[in-house]
C-alpha cells in the first residue's frame, strides 16, 4: 500500500491550501482516512478524519477552516485548508487505518508566513 500526499507549499496567513492524497498498490477499502501533521519540536497530532459514509471529525484548532473529503473512485482524500495561520505550519501526512495496521504517506510540507 503506498500514500502520496501532496499540495504542500509555502502561502501567506489568510490564504489557503488543498492537500491531496492517493492511495495505490491495495484495493483496502478506504473505510476511514486520516490527515495529521507535526510542527518541530512537537508531537504528531490529528487535524481531520473522513469516513466512508461521509462522518468528519475536526479538532478544535482547524475546525470551521479545513474540510477533509474523498473520492472513493479515485482512491484520493483531500484537505482543503483556509484561513490559514502561521501556528498550522507542519509536515502534514496522509494516514490510512487498517486491522494490519496504519499506512503512512511520506508528508507534505505547509509553511504560513505571517
Known amino acids: 500500500v503506498q500514500l502520496q500526499a501532496s499540495g504542500g507549499g509555502l502561502v501567506q496567513a489568510g490564504g489557503s491550501l488543498r492537500l491531496s492524497c492517493v492511495v495505490s498498490g491495495s484495493a483496502l477499502s478506504l473505510n476511514i482516512m486520516r490527515w495529521y501533521r507535526q510542527a518541530p519540536g512537537k508531537e504528531r497530532e490529528l487535524v481531520a478524519a473522513f469516513t466512508r459514509n461521509g462522518d468528519t471529525t475536526y479538532p478544535d484548532p482547524v475546525k470551521g477552516r479545513f474540510t477533509i473529503s474523498g473520492d472513493v473512485a479515485k482512491r484520493t482524500v483531500y484537505l482543503q485548508m483556509d484561513s490559514l495561520k502561521p501556528e498550522d505550519t507542519a509536515v502534514y501526512y496522509c494516514?490510512?487505518?487498517?486491522?494490519?495496521?496504519?499506512?503512512w504517506g511520506q508528508g507534505t510540507q505547509v509553511t504560513v508566513s505571517s
Open positions: 494516514n490510512l487505518p487498517t486491522i494490519w495496521g496504519d499506512y
